[in-house]
């Protein structure tokens, strides 16, 4: 009888190798999303007292305001080079994101400024 040769299996071993990790990027990165969430805040704000006061001056053309407000959030994308912040920097989960930030909290201003502390 012949011996069977015993075939030597080697075994595949893996081993995870983290990818390259650019701290600096990464920081500047985040610096640049949230200088746009802060610019997009006050603007918010500012268009929230601006909506304010045309909806007190033009009486009850709620309407226009409210228009006024929807327009500041689609106009994002062109006041931040503006302001300093490219195009690039931003990522479009990250404007979705401040677009919405911007309609919550300009309509947040915006009721509040009508309630009765503000208003005679």
């Known amino acids: ?3 069977k040769r015993k075939k030597e299996e080697k075994e595949e071993t893996y081993e995870w190798v983290p990818p390259e990790f650019n701290e600096k990027e990464f920081l500047e990165k985040d610096l640049r999303s949230t200088k746009s969430l802060m610019v997009t ?3 918010a704000v500012l268009f929230g007292i601006l909506a304010f006061g045309l909806g007190t001056l033009l009486g009850d ?3 226009a305001a409210i228009l006024l407000l ?3 959030a689609a106009s ?3 006041i931040y080079p ?3 912040i490219k195009e690039s920097d ?3 989960k990250v404007l979705a994101g401040n677009i919405a930030l911007f309609i919550l909290l300009s309509l947040g201003v915006w009721i509040m400024l009508m309630n009765e ?4």
């Open 1 to 3: 009888m012949a011996k």
């Open 41 to 43: 805040a006050v603007l």
């Open 61 to 63: 053309l709620q309407l």
């Open 70 to 72: 929807f327009v500041g």
């Open 76 to 78: 994002l994308k062109r």
């Open 82 to 84: 503006l302001l300093g």
């Open 90 to 92: 931003i990522d479009k």
């Open 117 to 120: 502390p503000f208003t005679a």
